[in-house]
């Protein structure tokens, strides 16, 4: 995994969105941060095509190391209050407006990843019209 510097100062969206192949349980997400420093984040996900609010979390989110099976970061869990079901083949976007120190981004990044017996695509498409400003794509961010 490659890396890039994301600037979170100007709080602009980062977005992207996915599908999975099996109705599925998701209780929250992990962004990328830095070492040591705290973040303001606006999170919200939706249906990408209704535009229905799913889950929602503002807060501050302090920056620790996360374990990855392949790779380690410093990043922060973003935990929702109630667990979001999602449907088989249906598309959700994940919007987060995050303000606080430059952070690490992902680079190389795939299209699709398996998680336990569920698969996960990401992309970026027509639908409810989040986009990124802050240059999350598939590949990167």
Do not use: P
């Amino acid at each position: 995994m490659s890396s890039h510097v994301s600037r979170y100062r100007n709080a602009r969206d980062d977005a992207i969105k996915f599908r999975v192949d099996k109705d599925t349980e998701l209780h929250g997400v992990c962004l990328f941060g830095s070492e040591n420093n705290t973040y303001l984040v606006n999170f919200k996900m939706q249906n990408a095509i209704s535009g229905a609010l799913l889950a929602s979390k503002t807060g501050y989110f302090r920056s620790k190391l996360i374990q990855c099976e392949k790779y380690s970061y410093h990043g922060f869990e973003v935990l929702f209050d109630e667990k979001v079901i999602l449907r088989k083949n249906t598309r959700y976007c994940l919007c987060a407006k995050i303000r606080g120190r430059d952070s690490l981004c992902g680079g190389d990044g795939v299209s699709s990843v398996k998680c336990g017996d569920v698969t996960f695509t990401f992309f970026m498409d027509e639908g409810f019209e989040y986009v990124s400003f802050n240059g999350t794509q598939v590949q990167q961010g």
